[in-house]
């Protein structure tokens, strides 16, 4: 038996209609699981859909900023494809600040996106009524921003740095239902996100920030295949980590 598979699981991804989650929606179908996608946008949703491998797989419409709104997510993912055995939040803000462009607001509207949604669908999705608990797995993609610093970066950093932490306490208080969570730091990662950072930078900024990363700067599949490792019976054992996955960025 393949313990890298994930045949016969259930996955749930947030902002899965575009970059890193899109990957991962896809990988994970390929590796064999069911996916549900989650993010706003109907249409990226829907090309998200003809990527996947495989029928089952169906897309719910929510703005994650909506937290009560939550909770309806679960349910409805559930009722549709049974219960959930692997969670990936993918959805997230990012933005470039200094302190004096920052005010309670806008911190908020990180912490909803980067930080709230995700631990409101922990809540939820852990319910026995709503999670698979035989090595049920959660994964949160954080950022090496979350243990290290950059100027203009409070805000998203602050974020990136809760969730890192409040993984390992997930991870402690859901070891004795068997659901393992873990969280993974990508360094500047190809996307649609990445696109609209570089957008913003000359040249020369631009070249130094690919220059940090001592491989490069990475693809979605970087990513994604680290998510189907932790989602997998393979990391069976691995709970309350943070997965560096840089390209030697925070190796200096
Ligand atoms: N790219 C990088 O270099 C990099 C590096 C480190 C960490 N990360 C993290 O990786 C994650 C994915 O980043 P990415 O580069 O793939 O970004 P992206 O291409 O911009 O995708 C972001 C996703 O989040 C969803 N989203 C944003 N706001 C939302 C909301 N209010 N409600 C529901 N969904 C929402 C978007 O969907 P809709 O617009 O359809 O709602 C989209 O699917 C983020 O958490 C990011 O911080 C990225």
């Known amino acids: 038996m393949n313990q890298f598979s994930l045949s016969g699981k259930h996955v749930l991804i947030t902002g899965a209609s575009s970059g890193i989650g899109r990957q991962c929606a896809v990988s994970c179908s390929e590796s064999g699981a069911t996916v549900t996608l989650v993010a706003r946008n109907t249409d990226r949703l829907k090309e998200t859909e003809s990527q996947l491998n495989g029928c089952r797989h169906f897309s719910v419409a929510q703005d994650l900023s909506e937290l009560d709104a939550?909770?309806?997510?679960?349910?409805?993912?559930?009722?549709?494809?049974?219960?959930?055995?692997?969670?990936?939040?993918?959805a997230g803000i990012e933005g470039t600040e200094?302190?004096?462009?920052?005010?309670?607001?806008?911190?908020?509207?990180?912490?909803?996106?980067?930080?709230?949604?995700?631990?409101?669908?922990?809540?939820?999705?852990?319910?026995?009524?709503?999670?698979?608990?035989s090595y049920a797995s959660l994964v949160f993609i954080a950022s090496v921003m979350g243990t290290l610093g950059q100027p203009?970066?409070?805000?998203?950093?602050?974020?990136?740095?809760?969730?890192?932490?409040?993984?390992?306490?997930?991870?402690?208080?859901?070891?004795?239902?068997?659901?393992?969570?873990?969280?993974?730091?990508?360094?500047?990662?190809?996307?649609?996100?990445?696109?609209?950072?570089?957008?913003?930078?000359?040249a020369d900024s631009k070249q130094a920030i690919i220059n940090m990363h001592p491989l490069g700067i990475g693809t979605?599949?970087?990513v994604a295949n680290a998510c189907?490792?932790?989602?997998?019976?393979?990391?069976k054992w691995i709970t309350g980590t943070n997965l560096i996955i840089d390209g030697g960025y925070s190796a200096k």
């Open 70 to 90: 939550i909770e309806d997510v679960v349910k409805s993912t559930v009722k549709k494809n049974g219960k959930i055995d692997g969670f990936i939040h993918a």
């Open 152 to 202: 203009g970066k409070i805000a998203y950093s602050a974020s990136k740095g809760a969730l890192v932490n409040a993984v390992k306490s997930m991870a402690l208080e859901f070891a004795g239902k068997n659901i393992r969570v873990n969280s993974i730091s990508p360094g500047i990662v190809l996307t649609p996100m990445t696109e609209n950072l570089f957008a913003s930078l000359d």
């Open 228 to 235: 189907i490792f932790l989602l997998s019976d393979a990391a």
């Open 98 to 133: 200094p302190i004096t462009l920052l005010n309670a607001i806008k911190y908020k509207s990180y912490f909803d996106i980067n930080v709230l949604a995700g631990l409101e669908f922990s809540r939820f999705l852990t319910k026995k009524k709503y999670c698979n608990t």
């Open 220 to 222: 979605v599949t970087d």
